[in-house]
């Protein structure tokens, strides 16, 4: 079975945020010891906004490895020349597509003030899929994936609530239930060990991950972990996924772990 990790960050400068390992930098070869440990055959690098060389990290590690590594890039949302980047996106080595985090507040009304309103039709058309960790967003991107049929959507982290543990984590998820009737939605089923209080195997969580299975079925969720936030091993990441839930097997299970997430997002390794 060929496991892909749906996210992963690497950098080379910068203070990584608080829920992060707290090191100047995470290489790819850094990443490539950890995986093989692990038993990860692939990872998708989505650039962090706190190394602002982050972008280019990410390229170079796509094209020293690119059976390893690809990449969901950024650009600012909110400068006009970003708009000149989109045709030509794809010809970065690895670059399979976009990913967005609104973490900072000027960035939280982007969705819904007009300033995105430009990027839908644009990656729809240049077959770009695009993540977005908008938790706080989910009817907004119902909206969007309705007016754009080809546009490909993922969700971060299960929409889980940043910072919040247990059933105050999944406060979102019947907002991202309701968004599995959107056959252009997917989700990361990523980050789960830390959406709980609970000790490993997170027996507390597994009920949450197999309702968001259930909607949105083996091609459209995505195991990952957002590595360097994990409060396990990664080996335990993965086990978590193929050995402690009895109700994902077989063919769903070979989609999950990776098969599903290289279709969507077009990467022929």
Request: charged share 30%; aromatic share 8%.
């Given at each position: 079975m060929r496991i892909v990790d749906s996210q992963i960050h690497l950098w080379s400068s910068g203070k990584p945020n608080g829920v992060h390992r707290q090191v100047s930098?995470?290489?790819a070869e850094e990443a490539l010891k950890?995986?093989?440990t692990a038993g990860v055959d692939a990872a998708v690098i989505h650039p962090p906004g706190w190394?602002?060389?982050?972008g280019a990290v990410a390229v170079d590690a796509a094209r020293r490895y690119p059976q390893k590594f690809a990449v969901l890039g950024r650009f600012p949302l909110d400068k006009p020349e970003s708009r000149n980047l989109i045709d030509g996106w794809k010809k970065q080595p690895g670059m399979l597509g976009?990913?967005?985090?609104f973490l900072e507040p000027h960035q939280k009304s982007w969705m819904t003030d007009g300033t995105m309103d430009w990027l839908w039709p644009a990656a729809e058309r240049a077959g770009l899929p695009v993540g977005l960790a908008a938790?706080?967003?989910l009817a907004t991107i119902g909206q969007v994936a309705e007016r754009h049929p080809r546009l490909r959507l993922i969700i971060d982290h299960m929409a889980a609530v940043g910072g919040a543990k247990d059933e105050a984590a999944f406060v979102k998820l019947p907002g991202l239930l309701a968004l599995a009737r959107h056959p252009n939605?997917?989700?990361k089923a990523s980050a789960a060990p830390g959406t709980s209080s609970e000790p490993y195997p997170y027996r507390n969580i597994q009920g949450h991950v197999r309702q968001i299975f259930d909607a949105f079925g083996p091609k459209r969720t995505f195991w990952g972990t957002d590595l360097t936030r994990m409060p396990c091993s990664y080996r335990q990441c993965v086990t978590l996924f193929t050995?402690?839930?009895p109700w994902l097997s077989g063919a769903d299970r070979?989609?999950?772990m990776g098969e599903a997430l290289c279709d969507w997002i077009g990467w022929k390794r």
């Open positions: 930098s995470f290489t950890e995986m093989e190394d602002p060389n982050a976009l990913r967005f985090t938790a706080d967003q939605v997917a989700v050995e402690e839930l070979e989609q999950v």
